[in-house]
């Protein structure tokens, strides 16, 4: 099983923000001087730039589209007016060690913050099908020189979907080689935020579509919490996509149990001893309502007190099970080193087992059985499911809310307008509606559900589904 997703960097107070745009051209001064606005704006650390159009392009002409006095970059010429392509990074933020590059793309491959390994790819596909085949055969291959998690970035010239595209024609073939070529190179499409397409024709605005794109190998949802975003279109019919991490605080997460938790063998006792000894008095409604909010309390304090961090644990027991082996290879063990190593490796499985768990319910994948998976695919899975429903901020008139304060606010304000009585008086259903006393099996219509038919009932829903948002899943009952 693979935990390597818990060894990640300490990375989290480091924030980096990347930005790939079809520029469509850096010929005029006025166009890049626009560009070097947006930079400044959004305080972007490594720009990739497509279709520059300019044959040749000097460090001053860089320098007056980048907003920093620190600047490194690596060029590809267009050929004629047709391509081109341009990286600019603060060589704070990245560090480069070795680079190549064609007519089609620049791979950059460094350290981000002198830690997290990596190559970055600034990418400008061709129209045609067949060529673009080629650039992903390319790719493939190059991807056995640089191992590191790779970041795609860049005008890729195709969809993934039919949805992708409006009053455009379909290409079915390119569709899939693309989709093969991601898949082949195990990278995850970073949902959209902002808006559903990124570029239009310039006339009529009829035709969209989404060819513009940010891949990252899963190593990096990992380490950075990423956010990609739609940014408006401005001088370009490709808009910029603006790839950064969140750093808002939307304050404490609210409760929910954890599957895992039923996994440790101290658990069911203290579930059963926490009920027990909570005394309310009351109708029986009341009773549960109040008995879960003290069990919900409980919880919470157990949680960190003795189920603590799991990763953390798996990764202490997997080092002491390592100097254990080590030591029987120098030695023969005596009793109590021997049990000691059952005792970890039992713990090991139970610990990895956990992990599994944790991630299976957080990635909320229908799995028939809990067994061996790739827990690094169930956290990629968790972290685009997590930013495809985040809600980022909501759009009143002409009015962008994005603190988190003023989001909730105006959540509470919309569904407090939505359950308030409009009218003094509510309409009345008229008409003459036979009764169904008499007919055939009256009687079970009237019949009280029996306590077998709802424990048979809530015995077979999912475990993971939470009938109420107090944050116990069915799993509990």
Same mark, same amino acid.
């Given at each position: 099983?693979?935990?390597?997703?818990g060894?990640?960097l300490?990375?989290s107070w480091?924030?980096?923000?990347?930005?790939?745009w079809?520029?469509r051209?850096l010929?005029?001064?006025e166009?890049?001087?626009?560009?070097?606005?947006?930079?400044?704006?959004?305080?972007?650390?490594i720009?990739? +730039?497509?279709?520059t159009?300019k044959?040749?392009?000097?460090?001053?002409e860089?320098?007056?589209?980048?907003?920093?006095?620190?600047?490194?970059?690596?060029?590809?010429?267009a050929?004629g007016?047709?391509?081109g392509?341009?990286?600019i990074?603060?060589?704070?933020?990245?560090?480069?060690t070795?680079?190549c590059s064609?007519?089609?793309?620049?791979?950059l491959?460094?350290?981000?913050?002198?830690q997290?390994n990596?190559?970055?790819l600034n990418?400008?596909?061709?129209?045609?099908?067949?060529?673009r085949?080629?650039?992903?055969?390319?790719?493939?291959?190059?991807?056995?020189?640089f191992?590191?998690p790779?970041? +795609?970035?860049?005008?890729?010239?195709?969809?993934r979907?039919?949805?992708?595209?409006?009053?455009?024609?379909?290409?079915?073939?390119?569709?899939?080689e693309?989709?093969?070529f991601?898949?082949?190179?195990e990278?995850?499409?970073?949902?959209l935020l !902002?808006?559903?397409?990124?570029?239009?024709n310039s006339?009529?605005?009829e035709?969209?579509?989404?060819?513009?794109?940010i891949?990252?190998?899963?190593?990096?949802l990992?380490?950075?919490?990423?956010?990609?975003?739609?940014?408006?279109r401005?001088v370009s019919?490709?808009?910029?996509?603006l790839?950064?991490e969140?750093?808002?605080?939307?304050?404490?997460k609210?409760?929910?149990v954890?599957n895992?938790?039923?996994l440790?063998?101290?658990f069911?006792s203290?579930?059963e001893?926490?009920?027990?000894?909570s005394?309310?008095?009351?109708?029986?409604?009341?009773i549960?309502?109040?008995?879960?909010?003290?069990?919900?309390?409980?919880?919470?304090?157990w949680?960190?007190?003795?189920?603590?961090?799991i990763?953390?644990k798996?990764?202490?027991?997997?080092?002491?099970l390592h100097?254990i082996d080590?030591?029987?290879?120098?030695?023969?063990?005596?009793?109590d080193e021997?049990g000691?190593r059952?005792?970890i490796?039992?713990?090991?499985?139970?610990?990895?087992?956990?992990?599994?768990?944790?991630? +299976?319910?957080?990635?909320?994948?229908?799995w028939?059985?809990?067994?061996?998976?790739?827990?690094?695919?169930?956290?990629v899975?968790?972290?685009?499911?997590?930013i495809?429903?985040?809600?980022?901020?909501?759009?009143? !008139?002409?009015?962008v809310?994005?603190?988190?304060s003023q989001?909730?606010?105006?959540?509470?304000?919309?569904?407090?307008?939505?359950?308030?009585?409009?009218?003094?008086?509510r309409?009345?259903?008229?008409?003459h509606?036979?009764s169904?006393?008499?007919?055939?099996?009256?009687?079970?219509l009237?019949?009280?559900f029996s306590?077998?038919?709802?424990?048979?009932?809530?015995?077979e829903?999912?475990?993971?589904?939470?009938?109420?948002p107090?944050?116990?899943?069915?799993?509990?009952?």
């Amino acid at each position: 099983m693979d935990t390597s997703w818990g060894n990640v960097l300490e990375l989290s107070w480091l924030f980096m923000k990347i930005l790939s745009w079809n520029a469509r051209g850096l010929g005029r001064k006025e166009k890049r001087g626009k560009v070097k606005k947006l930079l400044k704006e959004r305080n972007i650390d490594i720009v990739l +730039l497509q279709e520059t159009k300019k044959a040749e392009l000097t460090e001053d002409e860089v320098r007056s589209v980048w907003g920093r006095d620190k600047m490194e970059f690596m060029v590809v010429d267009a050929v004629g007016s047709a391509g081109g392509l341009l990286c600019i990074w603060d060589p704070d933020v990245f560090q480069l060690t070795e680079c190549c590059s064609n007519r089609r793309f620049i791979l950059l491959s460094g350290t981000i913050f002198n830690q997290f390994n990596c190559a970055i790819l600034n990418i400008y596909a061709p129209n045609d099908v067949g060529s673009r085949g080629h650039l992903w055969d390319c790719l493939l291959k190059l991807k056995e020189e640089f191992p590191n998690p790779w970041c +795609l970035g860049g005008d890729f010239n195709e969809i993934r979907q039919i949805a992708d595209r409006r009053g455009c024609s379909r290409r079915d073939r390119g569709m899939k080689e693309f989709n093969e070529f991601i898949d082949k190179c195990e990278v995850s499409d970073l949902p959209l935020l !902002g808006r559903r397409f990124t570029w239009c024709n310039s006339f009529g605005g009829e035709k969209w579509s989404k060819i513009d794109r940010i891949f990252v190998d899963p190593r990096w949802l990992e380490i950075f919490n990423l956010k990609l975003w739609g940014l408006p279109r401005l001088v370009s019919d490709h808009c910029p996509l603006l790839m950064m991490e969140d750093e808002r605080d939307w304050g404490p997460k609210p409760f929910r149990v954890l599957n895992a938790w039923f996994l440790h063998k101290n658990f069911r006792s203290f579930w059963e001893s926490k009920w027990k000894e909570s005394r309310v008095d009351g109708w029986a409604g009341f009773i549960l309502i109040q008995k879960l909010k003290i069990l919900k309390n409980g919880l919470r304090s157990w949680n960190v007190e003795v189920f603590g961090n799991i990763v953390n644990k798996l990764k202490t027991v997997e080092g002491e099970l390592h100097k254990i082996d080590l030591l029987a290879e120098a030695r023969d063990l005596d009793d109590d080193e021997k049990g000691r190593r059952r005792e970890i490796r039992a713990e090991m499985w139970s610990l990895s087992r956990m992990v599994e768990w944790l991630w +299976l319910q957080k990635s909320r994948l229908n799995w028939a059985m809990k067994g061996d998976k790739n827990t690094r695919f169930f956290h990629v899975v968790t972290k685009c499911r997590t930013i495809r429903n985040e809600l980022h901020s909501i759009t009143e !008139g002409d009015v962008v809310y994005e603190e988190p304060s003023q989001v909730k606010n105006k959540v509470m304000e919309y569904f407090k307008n939505q359950y308030t009585k409009l009218w003094p008086d509510r309409p009345e259903l008229g008409g003459h509606f036979p009764s169904a006393d008499g007919s055939v099996r009256f009687d079970l219509l009237e019949t009280e559900f029996s306590e077998a038919e709802i424990k048979l009932v809530v015995m077979e829903c999912d475990g993971n589904i939470a009938p109420g948002p107090d944050g116990f899943n069915m799993l509990c009952f």
